[in-house]
């Protein structure tokens, strides 16, 4: 019985981690994305400042910003905070303990943020 509850346990860490990784490269794209925007927004006002095409740039900008492509980003997100709350219950269940997956979460972090 002690065997396959290492197992179990084993596995349920491995699921976590695997969710935690997913969860961590959602935030990155996102953070990613908005670091662009911002960047974009900061060069062409300073530097393109009278030009014509300004208006058409930000326009199409924003246009990317509240699209489709991002909310499927912001979506698959979403999702993937679900399942690493659901991994770290299951590890919560298999091993009777969580110091291993919650030393994984607090690697993970991103900028203070929790998971």
């Known amino acids: 019985m002690e065997g396959e509850r290492g197992i179990l346990c084993e596995?349920?860490?491995?699921?976590?981690?695997?969710?935690?990784l997913?969860?961590?490269l959602w935030t990155i794209l996102i953070w990613?994305?908005?670091?662009?925007?911002?960047?974009?927004?900061?060069?062409?006002?300073?530097?393109?400042l009278r030009e014509q095409w300004l208006a058409a740039a930000l326009t199409a900008l924003a246009?990317?910003?509240?699209?489709?492509?991002?909310?499927?980003?912001?979506?698959?997100?979403?999702?993937?905070?679900g399942e690493e709350r659901q991994a770290y219950e299951d590890v919560q269940q298999a091993c009777q303990?969580?110091?291993?997956?919650?030393?994984?979460?607090?690697?993970l972090r991103l900028l203070g943020l929790v998971m």
Do not use: C, M, P, Y
């Not at 596995?11 to 935690?20: C, D, F, I, P, Y």
């Not at 990613?32 to 393109?48: N, T």
């Not at 246009?63 to 905070?81: F, H, L, N, Y």
């Open 11 to 20: 596995l349920a860490l491995q699921r976590h981690r695997n969710a935690a």
């Open 22 to 24: 997913w969860l961590n």
């Open 32 to 48: 990613v994305f908005g670091a662009a925007v911002v960047a974009f927004l900061v060069v062409a006002i300073v530097l393109f």
């Open 63 to 81: 246009s990317i910003a509240e699209g489709a492509a991002i909310k499927w980003v912001v979506d698959r997100r979403a999702e993937a905070v």
């Open 97 to 107: 303990e969580t110091t291993t997956a919650d030393g994984l979460r607090s690697t």
